[in-house]
């Protein structure tokens, strides 16, 4: 992949993830039932999530992260789908082709 369509989609996550603007949030049924205060810290937690490092971002694209609340380790993760979401998009860089969709859980759902 091109490193300038690879910071295109870094840079479309990271906006999205801060944002929770310009895709769907999902969260699991784990994170519905943490208390009201521990599922605001974690969604804070994601929104400045900023722990990128090669073990969980080989591509470069700020597509996924871990962070731990209440301890309870959760990950979020994000897929880039076609406006249809029934398949990934022709092109993720492209927010005209694309929609995103962050999800976040607790590991143990994974």
């Not at 998009?89 to 969709?101: G, K």
């Amino acid at each position: 992949m091109m490193p300038a369509h690879r910071d295109r989609i870094r840079i479309l996550n990271d906006d999205f993830r801060r944002s929770f603007s310009g895709g769907t949030v999902l969260v699991t049924s784990g994170i519905r039932a943490l208390p009201d205060a521990e599922r605001a810290e974690l969604l804070h937690a994601v929104r400045s999530f900023t722990g990128f490092d090669r073990g969980n971002d080989p591509y470069g694209e700020h597509d996924f992260g871990s962070v731990e609340i209440a301890g309870q380790r959760c990950f979020w993760k994000i897929d880039a789908y076609d406006l249809t979401l029934t398949e990934a998009s022709p092109d993720p860089a492209d927010p005209r082709v694309t929609r995103r969709v962050l999800t976040i859980m607790l590991a143990s759902e994974y």
